[in-house]
């Protein structure tokens, strides 16, 4: 592989050998969460809720498994810094605050004129260029982490959408220090077209930046078994690591609780509660998550318009707010005859009121046609809100038997449980257990452990 193309996915081909191995290091003692990107956003949805939480939890539990741990963000004038917490946001971030239409808005000029690419690429060249030109700075800052023998960087949050650091990594190795990946999902390469709107970025550059991660990881931890059998299934037609031997992988589960919620002190249902899941107007499927193509968001309207053609009672609540390459769905939701009535949009929902959208929803309605985990699964069923979902492998490894599923092929299967529910006939789970946040990052940093010997 050229170092140009290399560069083009913002990974260097250099460093400083391959890792020492597990007897040639000591006991693992500190292990670093990876978090910059979602300290640097301050987002919450998607992979920057978990980041958030399991950096929250890794003090605490690394202290009861006799290990130091916290967070870590990488700052291009000192290196990499700890970072003790990340604060929760005070409602869900989205690309309809004002901030984010206007970058949808400048976006939009720029696509139109062709400039896009072109723009993404400058940022990007100008995020390398930083980063080399600080590089002697941030090898005589004594502000970086001292990296010691043993220690571990866990890469828990995207590395791929900016320039991140990988040279600087290089003293961690050298130390004896270790460098391990949350896998959140192989989706934009199994299913690219996903992705290529927004990032502009084809199949080819994801596999050539997963090619050059691979060999940069020394183990690699999925959010599910479902991801490992994705991962297995790309590496098996690419060639060998240079080690010779498969990335090291393991999986372990995300955590249900909503950390933005007060448990001791519950916030007092909103108005605006009982207009969309109180009154005549049936039940009330939830979809949680931005929209975008992969959440199928679509695919639930039209449901809803059958069951309401053929006379039914069905109400759909949408919380989320505006992803990439949406723009005929959000103008179909945006001027529907039924928008206020039996349709809602929620654009900005913080974790309490999210909550009790979950308490008050006949079902959550995820009909995604490809994920790593959907976290909204384990948080639905944590708030005894029924399921239901679309028929993947991760969804049925997600919610076993306390989920409904329905396939893709047609609306039938969702129309039917809308009308199910509508007859009596959809239980709550009653007696659903799922490790919260302490456990999940509990079972991550046994495995992270294990892994490195």
């Not at 053609?309 to 989320?320: E, Y």
């Amino acid at each position: 592989m050229s170092r140009e193309n290399a560069q083009s996915t913002g990974v260097t081909p250099d460093r400083a050998g391959p890792a020492p191995s597990a007897s040639t290091t000591t006991r693992t003692q500190r292990i670093f969460l990876e978090c910059t990107r979602t300290r640097c956003d301050g987002l919450n949805t998607g992979i920057q809720r978990v980041v958030r939480n399991l950096v929250n939890q890794s003090s605490p539990v690394g202290r009861n498994l006799g290990l130091e741990c916290t967070g870590a963000w990488f700052d291009p004038f000192r290196g990499f810094q700890p970072v003790p917490n990340l604060s929760p946001p005070q409602s869900q971030k989205n690309s309809n605050t004002r901030s984010g239409t206007g970058v949808r808005l400048v976006r939009e000029v720029l696509g139109r004129a062709g400039c896009l690419d072109l723009s993404r690429r400058a940022i990007f060249e100008l995020r390398q260029w930083r980063q080399a030109t600080l590089r002697h700075w941030r090898h005589w800052s004594r502000q970086e982490i001292d990296w010691q023998p043993g220690d571990v960087l866990l890469l828990a949050d995207q590395t791929f959408a900016w320039a991140f650091p990988w040279r600087d990594l290089d003293r961690l190795r050298r130390r004896g220090g270790r460098v391990g990946l949350v896998i959140y999902d192989m989706i934009p390469l199994l299913y690219p077209q996903f992705y290529e709107t927004e990032t502009l970025l084809s199949r080819d550059r994801w596999l050539r930046w997963w090619q050059q991660v691979r060999e940069q990881v020394d183990f690699g931890i999925t959010i599910s078994r479902a991801v490992i059998d994705d991962v297995r299934r790309i590496d098996a037609a690419l060639p060998p690591r240079a080690s010779g031997t498969d990335l090291p992988l393991r999986s372990f589960v995300l955590g249900a609780d909503l950390d933005g919620l007060d448990a001791q002190q519950p916030g007092p249902e909103p108005d605006w509660l009982e207009t969309v899941f109180g009154g005549d107007g049936g039940p009330t499927g939830l979809m949680v998550g931005t929209i975008s193509p992969r959440k199928n968001h679509s695919f639930t309207l039209d449901a809803c318009e059958q069951v309401w053609r053929s006379g039914g009672d069905a109400r759909l609540a949408i919380v989320g707010g505006v992803g990439w390459d949406s723009d005929r769905l959000v103008q179909r939701i945006r001027k529907h005859p039924e928008l206020g009535r039996r349709l809602f949009w929620l654009e900005r929902v913080g974790d309490q009121d999210l909550a009790h959208c979950y308490r008050r929803a006949a079902a959550l309605v995820t009909p995604s046609l490809a994920e790593g985990f959907n976290l909204p699964i384990v948080e639905a069923l944590h708030q005894r809100c029924p399921v239901w979902a679309s028929d993947l492998p991760v969804h049925r490894e997600v919610g076993g038997t306390y989920a409904r599923y329905f396939p893709l092929e047609t609306v039938d299967g969702l129309v039917d449980l809308w009308r199910r529910a509508a007859a009596g006939d959809n239980p709550r789970p009653r007696d659903f257990h799922w490790p919260d946040w302490n456990q999940s990052c509990q079972s991550l940093l046994q495995n992270v452990v294990e892994m490195v010997g």
